[in-house]
């Protein structure tokens, strides 16, 4: 049977695939689909499970969410509220929960993580500016105060969240190491002979002093530890912090009990002073030292996502705007599609548009990746946070705010950072397991030591077992991937390669197979048309290119645009055309003053049924065999000529596919055109393997054929009739210079749009790879080896044992030493 339930408090696609886990996990479920559109779930159950068990399953997990059997009116989501500093939008640096997005700062309900601030989009407003005596004062432009006379200065507004932890956590620190350094000189003075301490009082006072001084940091500087404990004890979502909780606090507790009752502790717990061991210097130097590991590990966390930072910081605040020939400054966000803009020397675009006068060299290199300028003229695009060279010019807004290509990619890269890789499944499963492995060794240790341990034995056991708890580190196991991910898309955008998602950065390492298009991905997508060729001598130039040029403005595609370009460049005016269709691979038709013409390759015309001369064919594929493509023209089913286009290779085709074939990938040239045009260019390309008048249902079969043979298949192309083989194929490659379609349709895009990208792309993805599994490796390791050492493995035969302090000051590092090698990606080069 199947029933409807209406679920509140869903917000994103990760609350959605929580709620399911969670309906799932309920006895007598057999299957769960969640809609988060429509705040419902339908379960299909053998016979009808009480509500109470469904309700209690979703109240047990500590979540926001409520189930409800009947539709009820619910409060809308509130949309955030602008907030002065930082996005307001945080997130789980271990992505336990997914894609899942807080709008305020905390720890993760899951892994007790502090929540990481996203990074802001690439849509600054103008700058503000105030005095810094009289910060009510707030102007838009650099002037005096209105009050006191004194200079206006930049106001800091983008102050984020993630710097604010850091402070806060820093603050914290030093309060907690002002606290804990005398209750270690006390605890360690007993090391004296003759101690000074013991002549001023008792041991027993000074274990008092030591109680008074923890205060401050057990309830204040790290009180945030045993919060996270309870709570993930209480939700069953158990932790790092679970761990230090449990360890910390007993340490802790069992020293105040120690205080309070000394007469309850056999004598082997006791010192010659005939007081109780107490441990409360143990157990704040653990919390100062995991608080230390928490602020190096924020700091060191704010420099993973600098690429971002770094682009966000490339669109400017102001721009100057033409309105009626005068110039006014004014803030990137008051700018509108259409405006007219002038770009000045060495200023930076302000936003996404087209040049309408003048000329100059672009720096787009923190775009693309590639340091040579670019040269622009009228007509051409450019694009916001490049840099202009040393003419000044006139661009016309064309995209602003976040429609803008910077915009996209801050976007794009933030996404990516947040989604999982497949591989972290497998640190999932292992910290799953982990920590209540970790709590049954420590059980252990404290019963071995005590029952086969040297006297003291209880005092062994209990410091040994305190050890095991604080060495052990899930978090280490669980930053391994997501921070080498979004380091690695960070490093990408930097070089003009966009990755949708951490899955397709994992695939793109193991690439067997690339299928590239030919028109906009070998070739420069820019066709030109070279001549127009009447089969008979009474037909004009002029008649067959309105035929053409009339036929084709309706087309989208490239070689029709050329056509359409070339027939007003000779001034043709162009027919209007009634029954256009459009043939995807084949060619165009629609009729034209009353005739029906067509336009294509030669399927086109075998479609048609028109039949085409010895002498023209021959002609046409003698243009062919030069690497030029050919498209027919036909009127009321007679051929009366061809159209000549040709296509210029990008500079950068033949060098990109020679490394990727040296790196032992295979590459397999699609093309719709025909055959000895895609022989003449897989030549001059270095590329054996080809298939010409591919139709993009032959180019989904072929890419289904070859993932058929087991081969890992990555698809590069740029134009509507490749989508489908894009979104079938394991890594889908988009040209950025291409389609929407095509980029909708890929999971990575290549900003510059040429092949030596694919190669970026390919470098990266093996990379990232290999820095995960060394984070993995780091984090398994340390945990193999620090647990057993921890428990007093080595006692037996070297007599070492493990400090639960040097545990702690062990476990604090292991985070930081992932973060730092995930940061070496950075330095990678991909050229």
Same mark, same amino acid.
């Given at each position: 049977m199947k029933k409807t339930y209406y679920i509140h408090g869903m917000t994103c696609n990760g609350c959605r695939a929580h709620v399911q886990h969670i309906l799932e996990n309920v006895n007598g479920v057999g299957g769960v689909s969640v809609d988060l559109a429509e705040a419902k779930a339908e379960l299909e159950m053998d016979k009808e499970i009480p509500f109470k068990t469904l309700k209690k399953a979703l109240e047990k997990d500590g979540g926001s969410y409520s189930i409800h059997e009947k539709e009820v009116q619910h409060q809308k989501i509130k949309k955030k509220k602008p907030v002065e500093n930082g996005t307001g939008t945080f997130y789980c640096p271990m992505h336990c929960e997914g894609d899942k997005t807080y709008d305020k700062a905390g720890d993760c309900p899951v892994c007790g993580m502090d929540l990481v601030e996203e990074v802001a989009t690439a849509t600054p407003t103008g700058e503000i500016y105030t005095c810094p005596m009289h910060p009510e004062i707030e102007e838009e432009e650099m002037g005096e105060c209105p009050i006191c006379g004194m200079d206006l200065m930049p106001k800091e507004v983008n102050i984020s969240a993630e710097e604010r932890n850091y402070q806060k956590l820093l603050s914290k620190f030093w309060w907690a190491l002002a606290f804990t350094l005398p209750i270690f000189l006390i605890a360690m003075s007993e090391m004296v002979p003759n101690n000074p301490l013991f002549k001023v009082m008792p041991l027993r006072y000074w274990n008092w002093v030591q109680l008074g001084l923890s205060l401050p940091v057990v309830f204040y500087a790290t009180w945030m530890f045993f919060e996270r404990a309870f709570r993930s004890v209480k939700t069953w979502n158990l932790n790092m912090f679970t761990l230090i909780g449990i360890g910390a606090g007993v340490a802790w507790l069992f020293s105040v009990f120690a205080l309070l009752m000394p007469d309850f502790f056999p004598e082997q717990f006791k010192t010659e002073s005939d007081t109780v061991h107490v441990y409360f210097e143990a157990a704040t130097v653990i919390l100062t030292l995991v608080l230390l590991g928490q602020v190096l590990e924020a700091r060191a966390h704010s420099k993973t996502n600098t690429a971002v930072k770094e682009l966000l910081k490339l669109a400017p605040n102001k721009a100057v705007r033409l309105v009626n020939g005068e110039e006014e400054s004014v803030a990137i966000d008051q700018i509108q599609v259409g405006d007219?803009?002038?770009?000045? !020397?060495?200023?930076?675009?302000?936003?996404?548009?087209?040049?309408?006068?003048?000329?100059?060299?672009?720096?787009? #290199?923190?775009?693309?990746?590639?340091?040579?300028?670019?040269?622009?003229? +009228?007509?051409?695009?450019v694009t916001s946070g490049t840099v202009n060279g040393k003419q000044s010019f006139i661009m016309e807004a064309e995209k602003v705010g976040q429609e803008t290509l910077l915009s996209q990619i801050v976007e794009m890269v933030n996404n990516a950072s947040r989604s999982r890789a497949p591989i972290q499944k497998l640190a999932d499963k292992i910290s799953a397991y982990f920590v209540p492995a970790v709590v049954f060794i420590s059980v252990l240790t404290f019963v071995v030591w005590a029952v086969f341990g040297p006297e003291p034995s209880y005092v062994y056991a209990l410091v040994n077992a305190i050890a095991v708890l604080i060495i052990a580190c899930p978090c280490a196991l669980g930053l391994a991937t997501p921070m080498s991910v979004m380091v690695g898309v960070g490093k990408g955008a930097q070089n003009g390669v966009l990755i949708k998602n951490a899955e397709a950065l994992e695939k793109l390492n193991k690439i067997d197979v690339l299928v590239v298009d030919k028109t906009g991905t070998i070739t420069e997508g820019k066709p030109s048309v070279e001549q127009v060729l009447a089969a008979s001598d009474h037909m004009k130039e002029d008649e067959l290119l309105q035929f053409i040029g009339s036929v084709n403005q309706l087309s989208e595609h490239p070689l029709a645009e050329a056509t359409v370009r070339y027939a007003k460049k000779k001034g043709v005016s162009l027919l209007e055309v009634a029954n256009f269709n459009s043939e995807s691979g084949k060619g165009v038709s629609g009729n034209v003053n009353g005739k029906v013409v067509v336009l294509g390759n030669a399927k086109m015309l075998e479609a048609e049924n028109i039949s085409s001369s010895g002498e023209l064919k021959e002609a046409a594929s003698h243009q062919q065999e030069k690497g030029k493509t050919v498209s027919y023209l036909a009127v009321d089913g007679e051929l009366l000529g061809y159209v000549v286009i040709s296509d210029k290779i990008k500079a950068s085709s033949k060098r990109a596919l020679q490394e990727l074939q040296k790196m032992g990938i295979e590459v397999h040239m699609l093309t719709g055109d025909n055959k000895t045009t895609a022989r003449a260019v897989s030549q001059e390309v270095g590329l054996d393997s080809f298939k010409a008048e591919m139709? !993009?249902?032959?180019?989904?079969?072929?890419?289904?054929?070859?993932?058929?043979?087991? =081969?890992? *298949?990555?698809?590069?192309?740029?134009?509507?009739?490749? &989508? !489908?083989?894009? &979104?079938?194929?394991? *890594?889908?490659?988009?040209?950025?210079?291409?389609?929407?379609?095509?980029?909708?349709?890929? $999971?990575?895009?290549?900003?510059?749009?040429?092949?030596?990208?694919?190669?970026?792309?390919?470098?990266?993805?093996? &990379?990232?790879?290999?820095?995960? =599994? $060394?984070?993995?490796?780091?984090?398994?390791?340390?945990?193999?080896?620090?647990? !057993?050492? +921890?428990?007093?493995?080595?006692?037996?035969?070297?007599?070492?044992? /493990?400090?639960?302090?040097?545990?702690? /000051?062990?476990?604090?590092? #292991?985070? *930081?030493?992932?973060? &730092?090698?995930? /940061?070496?990606? =950075?330095? *990678?080069?991909?050229?």
């Amino acid at each position: 049977m199947k029933k409807t339930y209406y679920i509140h408090g869903m917000t994103c696609n990760g609350c959605r695939a929580h709620v399911q886990h969670i309906l799932e996990n309920v006895n007598g479920v057999g299957g769960v689909s969640v809609d988060l559109a429509e705040a419902k779930a339908e379960l299909e159950m053998d016979k009808e499970i009480p509500f109470k068990t469904l309700k209690k399953a979703l109240e047990k997990d500590g979540g926001s969410y409520s189930i409800h059997e009947k539709e009820v009116q619910h409060q809308k989501i509130k949309k955030k509220k602008p907030v002065e500093n930082g996005t307001g939008t945080f997130y789980c640096p271990m992505h336990c929960e997914g894609d899942k997005t807080y709008d305020k700062a905390g720890d993760c309900p899951v892994c007790g993580m502090d929540l990481v601030e996203e990074v802001a989009t690439a849509t600054p407003t103008g700058e503000i500016y105030t005095c810094p005596m009289h910060p009510e004062i707030e102007e838009e432009e650099m002037g005096e105060c209105p009050i006191c006379g004194m200079d206006l200065m930049p106001k800091e507004v983008n102050i984020s969240a993630e710097e604010r932890n850091y402070q806060k956590l820093l603050s914290k620190f030093w309060w907690a190491l002002a606290f804990t350094l005398p209750i270690f000189l006390i605890a360690m003075s007993e090391m004296v002979p003759n101690n000074p301490l013991f002549k001023v009082m008792p041991l027993r006072y000074w274990n008092w002093v030591q109680l008074g001084l923890s205060l401050p940091v057990v309830f204040y500087a790290t009180w945030m530890f045993f919060e996270r404990a309870f709570r993930s004890v209480k939700t069953w979502n158990l932790n790092m912090f679970t761990l230090i909780g449990i360890g910390a606090g007993v340490a802790w507790l069992f020293s105040v009990f120690a205080l309070l009752m000394p007469d309850f502790f056999p004598e082997q717990f006791k010192t010659e002073s005939d007081t109780v061991h107490v441990y409360f210097e143990a157990a704040t130097v653990i919390l100062t030292l995991v608080l230390l590991g928490q602020v190096l590990e924020a700091r060191a966390h704010s420099k993973t996502n600098t690429a971002v930072k770094e682009l966000l910081k490339l669109a400017p605040n102001k721009a100057v705007r033409l309105v009626n020939g005068e110039e006014e400054s004014v803030a990137i966000d008051q700018i509108q599609v259409g405006d007219l803009l002038r770009v000045k !020397p060495g200023g930076k675009i302000p936003v996404d548009g087209k040049i309408t006068e003048g000329e100059s060299t672009i720096d787009e #290199s923190m775009i693309t990746g590639e340091p040579v300028p670019v040269e622009k003229s +009228a007509g051409d695009t450019v694009t916001s946070g490049t840099v202009n060279g040393k003419q000044s010019f006139i661009m016309e807004a064309e995209k602003v705010g976040q429609e803008t290509l910077l915009s996209q990619i801050v976007e794009m890269v933030n996404n990516a950072s947040r989604s999982r890789a497949p591989i972290q499944k497998l640190a999932d499963k292992i910290s799953a397991y982990f920590v209540p492995a970790v709590v049954f060794i420590s059980v252990l240790t404290f019963v071995v030591w005590a029952v086969f341990g040297p006297e003291p034995s209880y005092v062994y056991a209990l410091v040994n077992a305190i050890a095991v708890l604080i060495i052990a580190c899930p978090c280490a196991l669980g930053l391994a991937t997501p921070m080498s991910v979004m380091v690695g898309v960070g490093k990408g955008a930097q070089n003009g390669v966009l990755i949708k998602n951490a899955e397709a950065l994992e695939k793109l390492n193991k690439i067997d197979v690339l299928v590239v298009d030919k028109t906009g991905t070998i070739t420069e997508g820019k066709p030109s048309v070279e001549q127009v060729l009447a089969a008979s001598d009474h037909m004009k130039e002029d008649e067959l290119l309105q035929f053409i040029g009339s036929v084709n403005q309706l087309s989208e595609h490239p070689l029709a645009e050329a056509t359409v370009r070339y027939a007003k460049k000779k001034g043709v005016s162009l027919l209007e055309v009634a029954n256009f269709n459009s043939e995807s691979g084949k060619g165009v038709s629609g009729n034209v003053n009353g005739k029906v013409v067509v336009l294509g390759n030669a399927k086109m015309l075998e479609a048609e049924n028109i039949s085409s001369s010895g002498e023209l064919k021959e002609a046409a594929s003698h243009q062919q065999e030069k690497g030029k493509t050919v498209s027919y023209l036909a009127v009321d089913g007679e051929l009366l000529g061809y159209v000549v286009i040709s296509d210029k290779i990008k500079a950068s085709s033949k060098r990109a596919l020679q490394e990727l074939q040296k790196m032992g990938i295979e590459v397999h040239m699609l093309t719709g055109d025909n055959k000895t045009t895609a022989r003449a260019v897989s030549q001059e390309v270095g590329l054996d393997s080809f298939k010409a008048e591919m139709l !993009p249902q032959d180019k989904l079969a072929e890419v289904e054929k070859l993932q058929a043979q087991g =081969k890992v *298949v990555a698809m590069a192309g740029d134009g509507i009739n490749d &989508a !489908p083989a894009l &979104a079938q194929s394991d *890594v889908g490659i988009a040209m950025g210079t291409g389609t929407d379609v095509a980029i909708e349709s890929a $999971q990575v895009t290549l900003v510059k749009g040429d092949l030596q990208g694919v190669v970026k792309a390919y470098r990266l993805g093996e &990379a990232t790879m290999k820095n995960i =599994k $060394q984070n993995l490796f780091f984090a398994l390791i340390y945990n193999s080896i620090g647990v !057993p050492v +921890a428990a007093g493995i080595l006692f037996p035969f070297f007599g070492m044992l /493990l400090s639960p302090m040097l545990a702690a /000051l062990a476990m604090s590092f #292991s985070s *930081v030493s992932v973060i &730092a090698n995930a /940061l070496r990606l =950075k330095t *990678v080069s991909l050229n």
